[in-house]
C-alpha cells in the first residue's frame, strides 16, 4: 500500500513563507514525476508546481518567482517553498506522485494540507 502524506500547512499573514513536504511510503519500486496541486473553496484543482525525475521544474504562472518545488530522491519526498504569499494563495495543498508499485504505474495523492494565507 502507498500513501502520500502532506506536512507545513498553517496559517500566515501576506508576505510571509511556509514550506509544504510530502512523504510518499509504501511497497514503492520508483516514482516518476512528484507535484503540487490546490483548491480553493468553489474552484477546481490546479497545477501549482510539478518536478520530473529529471528534468526542469514547471510553475503555474500565479506562483512563479515565489515558489519553489524540489525532491529528494534518496527520501521519496517533495518540498514547496512558498514565499511572498498572497490571500489568494489560500487553499488546500495537494501532493500528487506518479508511482510503480505491484507491477504498475499508477497516480497518488496526499490528503491534503490547509493553507491560509491573512491580509
Known amino acids: 500500500q502507498v500513501k502520500l502524506v502532506e506536512s507545513g500547512g498553517g496559517l500566515v499573514q501576506a508576505g510571509g513563507s511556509l514550506r509544504l513536504s510530502c512523504a510518499a511510503s509504501?511497497?514503492?519500486?520508483?516514482?516518476?514525476?512528484m507535484g503540487w496541486y490546490r483548491q480553493a473553496p468553489g474552484k477546481l484543482r490546479e497545477l501549482v508546481a510539478r518536478?520530473?525525475?529529471?528534468?526542469?521544474?514547471i510553475y503555474a504562472d500565479s506562483v512563479k518567482d515565489r515558489f519553489t518545488i524540489s525532491r529528494d530522491n534518496a527520501k521519496n519526498m517533495v518540498y514547496l517553498q512558498m514565499n511572498s504569499l498572497k490571500p489568494e494563495d489560500t487553499a488546500v495543498y495537494y501532493c500528487?506522485?506518479?508511482?510503480?508499485?505491484?507491477?504498475?504505474?499508477?497516480?497518488?495523492w496526499g490528503q491534503g494540507t490547509q493553507v491560509t494565507v491573512s491580509s
Open positions: 518536478i520530473p525525475t529529471g528534468g526542469s521544474a
Open positions: 500528487k506522485a506518479g508511482i510503480f508499485t505491484w507491477g504498475k504505474w499508477d497516480d497518488y
Open positions: 509504501g511497497s514503492i519500486v520508483s516514482i516518476n514525476g
